[in-house]
């Protein structure tokens, strides 16, 4: 078997070294193989803290030779599926809200990248007969692609672990919510 280039086991390497925070579980998954010569995959779920369940895998692919549209070797595709709750589905913010949760993870992260691009998709589900589940559900899909500007991928891996932690509500690390108050 053919060894793998330098740069994708840099990249690899990079994204490896990523730790996440306590709430998020990061496994590697098998990677996509008609996509690029070159793949590695790794998938993520949380859950937050109004139980809202979100799983994620953010996908390196590499071509020596490079693809159309891809302005480099390296591209990364992330997926995003969260369960939102009725309010904040019908929100028409929420796929630019959705958006920024990637470009601002990415800018926050210190990642640096070209041709970025993506859907933001709110779907609604009711479920009718003898289909087990609740009666209606809603969810958020975020899917993107980019290509990082070179193969240190740890800040790209943290804005994956980022959004997830948002995709969630889960505080920013270091932040501590206070449980509701009851009145008397």
């Known amino acids: 078997m053919t060894q793998a280039p330098e740069v994708f ?5 990079a994204l490896r070294s990523v730790v996440p925070r306590r709430e998020l579980e990061l496994e590697t998954l098998r990677a996509p193989q008609r996509l690029a010569p070159w793949s590695y995959a790794i998938s993520c779920e949380s859950t937050g803290p109004a ?3 979100a799983t994620g895998r953010l996908v390196l692919l590499h071509d020596p030779d490079g693809q159309d549209g891809w302005d480099g070797v390296l591209r990364l595709v992330l997926y995003v599926r969260a369960e939102l709750d009725r309010e904040l589905a ?14 601002d993870a990415l800018e926050a992260s210190g990642a640096t990248w070209t041709a970025l691009g993506g859907t933001v998709t709110e779907t609604s589900s009711a479920r009718f007969g003898d289909i087990s ?3 209606r559900t809603d969810d958020l899909e975020l899917r993107a692609s980019w290509t990082p500007v070179d193969a240190q991928l740890r800040p790209h ?11 969630v509500g889960l505080p920013p690390v270091g932040v501590t919510m206070f449980g509701q108050r009851q009145g008397s």
């Not at 086991?9 to 390497?13: C, G, I, L, M, T």
């Not at 809200?97 to 990637?102: A, F, R, T």
């Not at 891996?157 to 995709?167: I, K």
């Open 9 to 13: 086991r840099e990249a690899v390497a």
């Open 51 to 53: 139980d809202v369940l």
């Open 90 to 103: 019908t929100d028409p913010f929420l796929p630019a809200v959705g958006w920024s949760w990637l470009t």
């Open 133 to 135: 589940g609740p009666p």
């Open 157 to 167: 891996g943290e804005a994956f672990c980022q959004v997830m932690s948002s995709v």
